[in-house]
């Protein structure tokens, strides 16, 4: 394993700290969240009971089908799974009412991700809660070149933000499609530059099994062979094929990460009325099944290995069937699906800053806030998607990843709630002066002055006639001018040279040894 | 009182609803929210009584001053408070802890405030949610005129264009200042107004005494005396001066609406560090403490007298001083003023869609949606600034207005959670094919397709390739072009012609009797 030193998040941040450039707010500063508000729970235990029966009903009536992949239907049926043979690659699995259940136990409820600089290490479950980027968009859009095809340079360049925000706490996995690397070689960038580029933990690959081993494999080179046997140092994010598939890519990916005692997240990717119930009543009972399921499948393979819950609910246009992001029946669905998971013991993935606006846009921060608040209020500890999310999820976008991040900063503050001592309740503030007295210059206000509130980097608080004076500049120009800023300045993190020979020599031969495949 | 007819409510959208318009959703139209899901409490006892027990210090150490209104000062005195004549128009007061609790025992936990059109009656108070428009913004705002005074065609158009929309409830009350009409003549124009575009409940003024008493004596008018007498059919909403301070026309004005039986809402309007503690936990006991004072001017003046309990926490930059509004603090500080509120039993105005940008951007509706967000989950009853509010409330802006009406739109399915039941799970949608095999065309879907989600006015759900095809528009212009469409399809809900000259000829009377004032 490289040597990291916690002093390396210096180069993240505290310099500009320091002469108090907007957007700074080292009290606010950490590794992880910790929250200290507790959980929006808003259904009873009998409705909380009803969609349980249905998912354990989803799973012994209906099954689960499995695809391509013969030996993880053989660990269900030696497990007690009742398994019928469909034809020579499908199997339907049907599994008793709380056997899914009793294999969950063995999943542990928090688990440590580890960063190549420890300081970065996040705790995944419990009370914690962990920013990621969004993940998986074809395209990247800004302001001046408008939508394209992502590259690697983007892939790098949003790497490069992320580290540079105090605000997440994750790189994240495919902060863009590198679409000008062949697709079988992606993954050997993506994963470099998570490693190079940022010091905090990551996603690996899950496209293929191949690719997951290679993910895991280089983790080994950055960590130590024994250090990776031990910890869990990266997790893979696979997503159920709905309604109540899992295909053998995802299932052979879902063991390779288990296998090396690696993490993964258990995603059902649910537009209501496309591949789930149009009610969110059935989509979360699908869900709870599906994620279910998918995390026993890493038990199976490995029972303690990390796993993570999780649920993408959706909704459509009832106009035109298109998907819908960041609306209020997901949000809602979000909650309850918090509650869930909190039943099962689990770390939850859940909803994130969705939209389905092209641009960063008040419709872009009315459904991101609509669908961030109800992540942040169901309790999920890994939140994919904190920043970015444009176009439905097809489009990265730079601006609104930074209206993202700021937004995440101003989060860490309302995670801490309403602080109530006696110092914060402040009466001796009020009594000072008494009544219609400003209290601008009372100790108490001096002594809280800089750690009240959080300080913006992007929001504009000015007077009119000076935001007039100054040229009228949207929120929007404000994110390209400062991504722009950020880039400029960007240092990579320190890191051993002979690591980094080894990581490029691997990724190097890794290439060598195939030709390239664009599909 | 004129006879309204439920059938005059056709006039607001029904017809659109037929023809299948964008932003129609007949299913959700209701006169008022009843809340479908529990009140979001994140503090605990110990935390709860600590504020409730500083409230009681500031109240009964520190007191309130009450300025040029010896009488209300008197019924103080008499009810066993303890006064201090500081000079000829200034008296400190002091209560004993509980003594103000005592008095608000009398005070309604849920009341009906009567609109001319009895279908648009609004319960205030205990689970009920009520939307109004934003309130008393100078200034108003639209893309292609930029930032004016508003004017009483500008009001007017507030009026309409609320009326027009079935996701508020109540007209509101000074929707912008009509600053081409005499100071002490406007609010004749502007109780005209809500009482003749808008047939839904609204509020009077409370700029004088005298003013307060025209209001009620206008609704004698529109209801008949004895049935102003009997019922709540307008409320005003009092602004203390905060730090602990209540004016001479507030306190009177309070009185005006109490004496004869109507409505009035009691608000700190709290910039923390400016006129309260910096810290939220203090500003929060001073909230409560001087709106349980205010709201027990009204018990005195008339027990039983119809009150609301309020807040307006808001938040400054640490750079410049300047208000901020939108903020994660406030936000989670009006999470607990709603459970200190419901403690107290009385009905809560609290938070709205509130911002400090100049433009109908991504920042006005991130920041709109913390605070909006706050004020749906802390339980508060009537929500005014529910739309239009920019420039941090210097400015109604026409864009906004129109966003966050589509906004409110959306919030009545998020009150109404996450139904379960037999149908909304789903399971026979589920087996009804079966695993891999989508549900469009499932009964479940189809029987449940109109009703399932939200169908916004104004969002922009369709693919990148169309939204480029069609101009690149962003949710700003849109709005732009719905409140231009709304505005051209007003039709003003029918009044008895009788009652109307009655209320123009107590318009023109009052106008003549007096000779302009321009502040």
């Known amino acids: 394993m490289s040597e990291p030193s916690t002093g390396r998040r210096r180069s993240r941040g505290k310099r500009e700290a320091r002469d108090g450039a907007p957007g700074q707010n080292p009290h606010l500063e950490r590794p992880y969240i910790k929250r200290g508000i507790p959980t929006y729970d808003i259904l009873g235990e009998d409705a909380l009971q009803q969609i349980e029966a249905t998912a354990d009903r989803i799973m012994a009536e209906i099954g689960i089908e499995f695809r391509d992949d013969s030996d993880t239907v053989e660990m269900f049926r030696k497990a007690g799974g009742e398994v019928t043979q469909l034809d020579d690659t499908r199997w339907n699995t049907k599994f008793a009412p709380g056997m899914i259940r009793e294999i969950l136990k063995t999943a542990p409820a928090v688990f440590t991700q580890h960063a190549r600089n420890p300081a970065n290490n996040v705790e995944v479950g419990g009370d914690n809660v962990i920013f990621a980027p969004s993940y998986g968009s074809p395209f990247v859009m800004d302001l001046d070149k408008g939508r394209r095809y992502g590259t690697l340079e983007d892939f790098q360049n949003f790497v490069k933000l992320g580290q540079m925000s105090p605000w997440l706490h994750h790189s994240g ?64 994010n696979f997503n159920t094929t709905s309604p109540l598939v899992m295909d053998g890519i995802t299932t052979q990916g879902i063991r390779e990460y288990a296998k090396a005692g690696q993490g993964s997240i258990h995603l059902p990717f649910l537009l209501g009325g496309a591949v789930s119930p149009l009610t969110m009543a059935g989509s979360i009972a699908q869900c709870l099944a599906e994620s279910m399921v998918s995390c026993a499948v890493a038990q199976l393979e490995r029972p303690g290995a990390p796993v993570v819950l999780a649920s993408f609910l959706s909704s459509m246009s009832l106009r035109s069937g298109s998907p819908t992001f960041g609306t209020a029946e997901p949000a809602v669905g979000s909650l309850v699906y918090g509650q869930l998971a909190r039943r099962l013991n689990l770390p939850l993935r859940c909803a994130g800053n969705f939209s389905t606006s092209k641009l960063p846009d008040a419709q872009a921060m009315q459904q991101a806030m609509m669908s961030m608040m109800s992540a942040v209020q169901c309790g999920a500890n890994y939140l994919l998607h904190s920043a970015g999310f444009l176009d439905g999820l097809l489009s990265m976008s730079y601006e609104k990843f930074m209206l993202d991040l700021d937004l995440c900063g101003a989060l860490h503050s309302y995670y801490d709630g309403v602080v109530v001592t006696e110092d914060t309740l402040g009466f001796d503030a009020l009594a000072e002066k008494g009544p219609g007295e400003h209290l601008f210059a009372t100790a108490h206000t001096l002594r809280h002055y800089k750690t009240a509130y959080y300080d913006s980097a992007l929001d504009d608080n000015q007077p009119w006639e000076t935001w007039d004076e100054q040229g009228e500049i949207d929120m929007a120009t404000r994110a390209n001018t400062r991504w722009k800023a950020q880039l400029a300045a960007y240092e990579a993190p320190g890191m051993d040279p002979a690591t980094d020979e080894a990581l490029k020599d691997f990724v190097a031969r890794k290439k060598a040894s195939m030709d390239d495949a664009w599909y």
């Not at 996603?203 to 099994?209: E, F, H, I, Q, R």
């Not at 191949?210 to 062979?225: N, P, Q």
């Open 173 to 236: 996995g495919t902060v863009c499609e590198p679409t000008d690397v062949p697709v079988n070689k992606r993954h050997l960038d993506m994963v470099y530059a998570h490693m190079r580029y940022s010091d905090r933990p990551f996603l690996g690959s899950v496209t293929a099994p191949e690719r997951a081993a290679d993910s895991v494999e280089m983790c080994r080179v950055l960590f130590g062979a024994d250090f990776v046997d031990q910890n869990c140092v990266i997790m893979g």
